[in-house]
């Protein structure tokens, strides 16, 4: 196991409860409750800044974006936005997604989850020159990460770009301690990571890496990975 969340809560031995893959209504509480303290703790987001201004530079004008797991918006919403760009920002935090229409009233925001978010389904958003997922997928069981890539996939239009983070860790829905709350996180070592990225079709053009030490006691450093894709087939 690499550095990273994986402080692992002394009253769990990380395994995943059953009945629990389809509900992360626990985690969006707990995100709820965080509220703009998120980004009180993670305030130097340097690689999440860096990897939208990939994305700026790379998409043409007025191109849409999809914020999967946008949180408060901030920065990578408002950085979008004040680049030219229709932004759709989603995340299942009902307090996240409240924060985010104040702070970047440019965008427009959703309360959804990615299993909501299929193509020509109920929540249809339509297709986007350009998806980010910021530390979101790490919220979801190992299980259920190849599927949200693929519904990622099947929400860009041909040829279009798929930027991620993901903390470098190997562990699947461990319970952690995290800003005084409990929620569940997986991660990959880097290798592992690019493979199933590659696996759900996308082709990874540029990898970076930061370590990350948060400005809370209780969330250890973490060393963060970004991956800048494009949609193949």
């Not at 009253?11 to 992360?24: A, K, L, M, Q, Y």
């Not at 997604?97 to 959703?110: D, I, K, N, Q």
């Not at 190997?170 to 319970?175: E, P």
């Amino acid at each position: 196991m690499s550095r990273g969340f994986i402080e692992v809560d002394d009253e769990s031995d990380g395994t995943v409860p059953e009945g629990i893959w389809r509900d992360r209504e626990g985690q969006a509480e707990a995100f709820d409750a965080i509220g703009d303290r998120y980004d009180e703790a993670f305030p130097y987001k340097k690689g999440q800044l860096a990897a939208a201004e990939w994305l700026i530079g790379a998409l043409p004008a007025g191109g849409r974006v999809l914020d999967l797991g946008c949180g408060t918006g901030l920065p990578t919403a408002r950085q979008l936005v004040e680049a030219g760009f229709e932004v759709v920002g989603v995340d299942l935090s009902r307090g996240m997604v409240e924060l985010a229409r104040e702070y970047v009233p440019g965008a427009t925001f959703h309360r959804l989850d990615i299993a909501d978010l299929e193509p020509d389904g109920p929540h249809d958003l339509g297709r986007f020159d350009a998806v980010v997922a910021f530390f979101s997928l790490l919220m979801l069981p190992r299980a259920e990460i190849p599927g949200a890539l693929r519904t990622v996939h099947d929400l860009l239009v041909p040829g279009g770009l798929f930027t991620l983070s993901m903390v470098e860790a190997d562990v699947d829905y461990f319970r952690i301690p995290f800003l005084g709350h409990a929620i569940r996180v997986s991660g990959y070592l880097r290798d592992d990571l690019r493979k199933v990225i590659e696996d759900a079709r996308f082709e990874v053009v540029e990898e970076s890496s930061y370590t990350y030490a948060p400005a809370v006691s209780d969330v250890p450093p973490e060393e963060q990975l970004f991956l800048h894709c494009t949609r193949r087939g």
